[in-house]
C-alpha cells in the first residue's frame, strides 16, 4: 500500500506545470478544478500511504524511493529521494488536506481576479515545493524545497505587486529568509565536511555513534536553527511575517496553517538528534520560542487590522512549537502544528470572509456587531478562537497544555513561565479580536453597510469543515494522565525521535498543570469581555493613562525603524557609494575603455576596407611594387 508515496509532490508538480504553460488560455472553470484537483488527489495517496504506514514494523522506518542520482561529484552523492514515515505522514497529511480546503475557498475568494491562473499556479507550487521538504530523503533535496516554499511565499505575498506595500512585502520576505538560508546553508556545509553525506540515516547514524564532537554539533544545530527562525518567523528574523498580509487571504492561511511557517519546526523535528545531544542548542530553541510567543503576543494587543492580529498570533504560536522540540517534546511540538494547521487556517479564512462581507475592509475599529449579518462566518471563527486561545476540549488546549507540561516536567520554569503569559495573552488578544469584529456596537460605513453579505457556499463549506477538525483533532494527543496509551500521536511518532532524559510528574502535578491551563484562558477571555463588552471605555482610559506603553506596543517596539537605521539605510549608502566610486569608474571604465579601444582600432583598419575597386588595385599594385623592390635589392 506505501509504495506510491512519492507521487505525492508530484501530482501538484504536474498540475502547476500545465497550468504554466496553457493556464492563460483554460476557462477558470477548468483551472479550479485542476488546482484543486491536483491537491485532493495528493491527499489522498498521502492517507492511502499512512494507513499502509500503520501496517508496516518501526524498525523499517524510513521508508526510501530513489528515484535517480541527482548529483554525483567526487564521493558526494545525492539522490533525489523522498522518504515516508511517522512524522513525513503527518505533515503530508497536514499540507494536502488543509491546502486543499485553502484551495477550495480560493475559488470564491479569487472569483474576480484578472490573474486567476497566476494565482492557482503558484499555489500548486507552493504545495509542491511544501511536500518535497517534508519528504526528501536529504538536507539537499530539502534545501530545494526550502528555497521553494521562500520563492513562491515571495510571489504570493507580492501577488497585488501594483500595489507599492505589497511589492514591498514580497521583497522584505525573502531578503529577511535569505539571511536565515544563509545560516541553514553554512550548517548543511559542515554536515557535509564532517559526515559526507547529507542523508537524513547517515547524519543520525554520526552523531549517534559519536563520529561529531559534542562542540560541533552544537554549532551546526544552531545554524539550523538561524534558518528555522527565518522560515518561521522567532525572534530576530520574524519581521517579514506581519508585512505578509499584503497577499491574498488564502495566501496568508497556506503560508500561516500548512506550509512555509511550519518548515522550520518541521525541520528541527526531523534533525530532533541534534537537539537532543546538545542541551545547549535544546535550550536556544525553547527559549528563542518562548521568549517569541510572549513577544508577538504583547505586540497583538493594540493591532487593529484583522489579518495581522492573526500574523502576531502565529509567530506566538509557532514559539509554542519551538518550546516544545527545544526541552525535547518533539511530538508536543509536531502535535501544536498539526492542531494549529486547523484552527489558524479557519481563522484567516473566516476573517478573510469578513473582508469579502466588508468590501475589503481590515480595520477592527470599522467593524462590530456583524454577528447578525454573517450567521456561518462567526460561529466557525469563533470556534477558532476558543481553540486558539486553549479552553478545554478544543484542540489547541490538548497540543498547548502538552508543550507546556513537558516544559515544567524538563525543569524549564522560566520557559513554562513564560509559555503560560502567552496563553494569557493569546487568549485575551484573540476575544479582543471577536468581540470588537462581531459583538458590541455597530461602526461600520454606512456605504459598506449596504452591501454587507454572506460569502458564498464555497467559501463558507471550508470554514465548516475546518471548524470540525478545530475542535476534534486534538482527541488523538489526549494527555497522558488520562491513562497510558491515550496519547496516540505521541506514540506514533516516538519511533523516529531520540530522546534525552524524560522527567515524570505525579498525577496531582499534572492535573494542577492542566488546571492551571485552564484557568489562564478563561482569564484572558474574561478580561477582553470586561474591556471590550462590559466596560468598553477601560481600553481608552489605559491608552490615556500608559500612552508611551501604547505607542510602543502599537508601533512594535519600533525594530522595523531600528532595523531599517542599523541594517537598510547603511546598506543601501554603502551600495551607493560602491556604485558610484567603484562600479562606474572602475568597472564601466573598463569595459567602455574596452569598447572605446575596440573602437579606435576598427577605425584604423576601416581605411584599409573602402569598399572601392580602384583602391583595392593601387594596394595590390604598391604591394606587388614593394615585393619586386625587396626581391631585387
Known amino acids: 500500500m506505501i509504495d506510491i508515496f512519492w507521487l505525492i509532490p508530484l501530482v501538484p508538480a504536474l498540475s502547476t506545470l500545465i497550468l504554466a504553460v ?309 511530538a508536543a511540538g509536531i502535535f501544536h502544528l498539526y492542531t494549529h494547521a486547523f484552527f489558524k487556517s479557519l481563522l484567516f479564512l473566516a476573517a478573510g470572509s469578513v473582508m469579502h462581507a466588508l468590501s475589503g475592509e481590515l480595520d477592527m475599529r470599522k467593524m462590530g456587531g456583524l454577528k447578525k449579518y454573517l450567521p456561518y462566518t462567526y460561529p466557525t471563527f469563533l470556534i477558532g478562537a476558543i481553540a486558539i486561545a486553549g479552553v478545554p476540549f478544543l484542540s489547541g488546549f490538548f497540543s498547548k497544555d502538552a508543550i507546556l507540561t513537558s516544559a515544567f516536567a524538563q525543569g524549564q520554569y522560566f520557559v513554562w513561565i513564560l509559555g503560560i503569559l502567552g496563553a494569557v495573552l493569546t487568549a485575551f488578544y484573540m476575544f479582543r479580536l471577536i468581540f470588537l469584529t462581531f459583538h458590541g456596537k455597530e461602526r461600520i460605513e454606512p456605504e459598506v453597510k449596504k452591501h454587507i453579505h454572506e460569502s458564498p457556499p464555497v467559501m463558507t463549506v471550508p470554514l465548516a469543515v475546518l471548524a470540525f477538525f478545530s475542535v476534534i483533532a486534538g482527541y488523538i494527543g489526549l494527555p497522558v494522565v488520562l491513562g497510558k496509551n491515550v496519547n496516540w500521536f505521541d506514540r506514533f511518532l516516538a519511533p523516529i525521535m531520540h530522546k534525552g532524559h524524560e522527567a515524570h510528574l505525579t498525577i496531582g502535578t499534572e492535573w494542577l498543570l492542566i488546571l492551571i491551563s485552564v484557568i489562564v484562558a478563561l482569564t484572558g477571555i474574561f478580561i477582553a469581555y470586561f474591556f471590550y463588552l462590559k466596560k468598553p471605555s477601560v481600553p481608552h482610559t489605559l491608552v490615556r493613562r500608559f500612552p508611551f506603553l501604547y505607542r510602543l ?59 572601392f575597386i580602384k583602391d583595392y588595385a593601387l594596394v595590390f599594385l604598391l604591394g606587388a611594387v614593394i615585393l619586386l623592390g625587396l626581391l631585387i635589392f
Open 22 to 330: 496553457f493556464g492563460e488560455k483554460l476557462p477558470k472553470k477548468y483551472i479550479s478544478f485542476q488546482a484543486c484537483g491536483a491537491v485532493f488527489i495528493s491527499f489522498l495517496i498521502s492517507l492511502y500511504s499512512f494507513l499502509g504506514l500503520l501496517k508496516v514494523s518501526p524498525e523499517e522506518y524510513p521508508i526510501v524511493k530513489n528515484l535517480f542520482t541527482w548529483i554525483h561529484s567526487g564521493n558526494f552523492q545525492a539522490n533525489l529521494s523522498f522518504q515516508f514515515d511517522p512524522l513525513t505522514a503527518v505533515m503530508a497529511l497536514v499540507v494536502t488536506a488543509v491546502g486543499f480546503l485553502i484551495h477550495v475557498y480560493s475559488i470564491g475568494y479569487m472569483a474576480e481576479d484578472r490573474s486567476y491562473s497566476r494565482f492557482f499556479t503558484l499555489m500548486n507550487l507552493f504545495t509542491f515545493s511544501m511536500l518535497v521538504l517534508v519528504m526528501a530523503s536529504n538536507l539537499v533535496l530539502m534545501f530545494v524545497g526550502w528555497e521553494g516554499v521562500g520563492f513562491c511565499s515571495y510571489m504570493l505575498i507580492g501577488f497585488w505587486f501594483e500595489k507599492h506595500s505589497a511589492a514591498n512585502a514580497g521583497k522584505k520576505a525573502f531578503i529577511v529568509n535569505r539571511i536565515g538560508d544563509a545560516g541553514f546553508l553554512i550548517g548543511m556545509l559542515f554536515i557535509l565536511v564532517y559526515v559526507g553525506s547529507t542523508e537524513f540515516s547517515n547524519i543520525n547514524n554520526a552523531v549517534a555513534g559519536g563520529s561529531l564532537s559534542h562542540g560541533l554539533v552544537t554549532l551546526i544545530a544552531i545554524l539550523l536553527f538561524v534558518g528555522a527562525t527565518g522560515k518561521s518567523a522567532q525572534i530576530p528574523l520574524y519581521v517579514w511575517l506581519p508585512d505578509a498580509m499584503e497577499g491574498p487571504t488564502p495566501v496568508s492561511a497556506l503560508i500561516h496553517a500548512a506550509t512555509m511557517v511550519t518548515a522550520g519546526v518541521y525541520m528541527v523535528a526531523r534533525m530532533n538528534i541534534f537537539y537532543t545531544t546538545s542541551e545547549t542548542a535544546g535550550s536556544v530553541v525553547a527559549i528563542i520560542g518562548a521568549v517569541t510567543a510572549v513577544y508577538a503576543g504583547t505586540m497583538a494587543l493594540t493591532q487593529n487590522d484583522i489579518k495581522r492580529v492573526l500574523a502576531y498570533s502565529t509567530i506566538s504560536q509557532i514559539g509554542y512549537m519551538f518550546i516544545g522540540c527545544g526541552v525535547g517534546a518533539y
Open 553 to 611: 506596543l502599537y508601533n512594535k517596539y519600533y525594530i522595523d525603524e531600528a532595523y531599517d537605521y542599523l541594517f537598510v539605510r547603511p546598506t543601501l549608502k554603502g551600495s551607493e557609494f560602491v556604485y558610484d566610486k567603484f562600479d562606474i569608474n572602475i568597472i564601466d571604465g573598463a569595459v567602455n575603455g574596452a569598447a572605446s579601444g575596440t573602437g579606435f582600432f576598427g577605425k584604423v583598419l576601416s581605411f584599409l576596407q573602402t569598399g
